[in-house]
């Protein structure tokens, strides 16, 4: 089943302060976030519901305590999708399930932290970066952690998700489909 989208975006001018400090970073030579947990393929519930936002939020938390403190858990699906109920006001029909504002899950996460088990996770890292910019991009993951992109999907990819390459006309253009976090 094709994961359903669910990302609210309201882009905003990138933060000139912001990139510079990116770009002042040094990247080191090799950096592996995801060396300490499996790759399982889970969708988190986000095959079946638009709660992509939650879903990278939960799978952030996962490598940074797994980096951090070798902590093996793993996010379920009913925790994402308790995560969206919370971030979304979802109130588990479809009709509500039309995706996560993102500033408003920011706010969320800064102010009320993630529930993992006993222990609440630390305020996260949002930094807006130039998209064109591939040493935001190694800056970022190296000295913040895990990176979570914004993607403005095409129809294309709805229709074939196992291809991605560029599609010509209508339904190969970015934002045909519409807005999902990764």
Known sequence: MTPR????????LASRR???????????RACDWISR??????????????????????RSIQIMRAVAAGDARKPTAEHALALYRVWAAWDGTDAKDIGTDSDYAAMRWATDGVPWGDQWEDVPAIVPMDPTNVAHFKAAIAHLGPVQLDLNMPQAWEQ???????????????????????
């Open 5 to 12: 989208l669910g990302l609210i975006h309201h882009p905003r």
């Open 18 to 28: 912001s990139g510079a400090v990116l770009g002042d970073l040094a990247v080191p």
């Open 37 to 58: 947990i499996q790759l399982d393929g889970g969708a988190l519930g986000n095959d079946l519901h638009a709660n992509c936002v939650p879903c990278g939020a939960l």
């Open 160 to 182: 074939s998700p196992t291809t991605w390459t560029i599609v010509s006309g209508s339904w190969g253009q970015p934002g045909s489909w519409g807005p999902h976090r990764v």
